[in-house]
Structures are given as structure tokens and as C-alpha cells.
């Protein structure tokens, strides 16, 4: 029998980090539609909530935060945010009863349960990512941009129906090994991960954007790979060097 969990027994800390993390997810929906990512109701975020505690330590929930089922882009807010236990089971979390949590909730669940590292994982349908998966072909390694932000190749995940975990399991199986943060899922459409929701989404975009240069590219030719002694030093660089730390 599933554990009845009601948000509004938690405590002061998990509540005010589900307030959070509903405010982050609903905000970062519109950072899809921006990006051109999605249309109609297609496309998902998530983020597990973390509760940063007074001693500065933070604490990882078996909670997270996704996006509704069907419900169109401009209706997204805060207040209708999905609150799911890692089962990928809707909890009380103050919504409608009959308010579901998004079809690919069983997949995001698996994805949080399986690799601890990932804080935010977000689902789309972009035009040329999704065109790559439809040839099951991985978009290769042609760009410094995506040196730096993949460490190789976007690789192709296995074929897998929508409405159980076949997709998270698949989406594990393919990255687990790798250094991309996104995976081409087999005749679907990418899946990306992050430390969180928002590093999740600038990862849905730059995915998108690598695979309609590559695309362009071919047009005029067969693009030239980058040696792989030098997709390390240039993805060493990026995650370590650039930016503010």
C-alpha cells in the first residue's frame, strides 16, 4: 500500500523548499517555449527538492516537482505544480485530485532513483534533436561547443513506450557511462539532466542548438570530427575554468 504522504504535515523546512522548487519549475517552463523547444502541451520539467538546512548543510527529499499532464504552457504556475515521491506516486501536495502529473513522470522518477547525482530533468520535442532520434543516429562531436558542454557525442538511447519507467530506465542505461547530459531517445525526442532543473533546461537548449549546426553543416559536407585528446582538454576547461566559481 502506497505511503500517504500530505505536504502540509512536513516540516517548516521541506514545505518552504516545495514552494521553492514549484516556483523554479513553473518559471523554467517558459524558458522551453523561449528556447523554441516545445509546442502546444508537449515537453516537461522536473527538479527533486533539496532543503538547504540552518547548518548550511542540504538535504536531499525523496520528493519532486513536475509539470501537469496536458495543461497548456500560459496555465502553468507555482500553485499547480505536481509534488511526486521518487515512486513517481502524486502526494497531497494542495492540487485538484484529478490534477495528474505528467506522462513521463514514471521516467523522471526512475532517473532520480537510480542516479543521485541528477537534480532536475527535463523531457522536449525540439525540431532537429528530435529529427536525429527519429534516424536513431547520436549527433557527433564536431563542435567545441559541444566539447564543452557534452564531452563527446549526444548518444542515442533505446526505443521505449511512453507511460511506465521503460524511458527512465533507458535514459540511465545510455548515460550513465557518458559525459553528455542528454540523450536522444530513440524515435521520441531528447532527455536531459542536471545538478538541477534550470542547469537541465540550458542543457535541452544547447542540445537543441548543436544539433541544427550539425544538421546545417552537412549540408555543405561531412563535418570533421575533434580528436578526442581534445574534446577532454576543451570539456576540462568548461567545467572547471569558465564562468565564476
Not at 31 to 52: F, H, K, M, P, Q
Not at 118 to 129: D, E, L, M, N, Q
Amino acid at each position: 500500500m502506497t505511503e500517504r504522504i500530505v505536504l502540509a504535515d512536513l516540516d517548516d523546512g521541506v514545505r518552504g523548499a516545495v514552494a521553492d522548487a514549484r516556483e523554479r519549475v513553473a518559471r523554467l517552463h517558459g524558458e522551453l517555449i523561449r528556447w523554441g523547444l516545445v509546442v502546444w502541451t508537449a515537453g516537461n520539467v522536473s527538479e527533486r527538492v533539496s532543503v538547504s538546512r540552518p547548518d548550511g548543510s542540504v538535504e536531499r527529499t525523496d520528493l519532486f516537482v513536475i509539470k501537469p499532464s496536458g495543461v497548456a504552457y500560459e496555465e502553468l504556475t507555482a500553485d499547480n505544480m505536481v509534488v511526486c515521491t521518487l515512486n513517481g506516486d502524486k502526494i497531497e501536495d494542495g492540487t485538484p485530485e484529478n490534477l495528474t502529473p505528467s506522462s513521463d513522470t514514471a521516467a523522471h522518477a526512475y532517473v532520480y532513483r537510480h542516479m543521485d547525482r541528477v537534480g532536475g530533468v527535463v523531457h522536449t520535442h525540439s525540431t532537429y534533436a528530435t529529427a536525429w532520434a527519429a534516424r536513431r543516429e547520436p549527433v557527433p562531436c564536431v563542435l567545441t561547443m559541444m566539447a564543452d558542454e557534452f564531452g563527446g557525442e549526444i548518444p542515442v538511447g533505446p526505443f521505449a513506450l511512453i507511460g511506465d519507467d521503460s524511458i527512465g530506465r533507458g535514459i540511465v542505461e545510455t548515460l550513465s557511462g557518458s559525459r553528455s547530459p542528454a540523450v536522444l531517445m530513440a524515435n521520441h525526442g531528447p532527455f536531459t539532466i542536471g545538478v538541477d532543473a534550470r542547469a537541465a533546461v540550458k542543457a535541452a537548449a544547447m542540445c537543441e542548438e548543436v544539433a541544427r549546426t550539425v544538421h546545417i553543416a552537412r549540408q555543405g559536407g561531412d563535418p570533421v570530427p575533434i580528436e578526442q585528446d581534445l574534446i577532454d582538454r576543451l570539456n576540462d576547461r568548461y567545467q572547471n575554468v569558465y564562468g565564476q566559481h
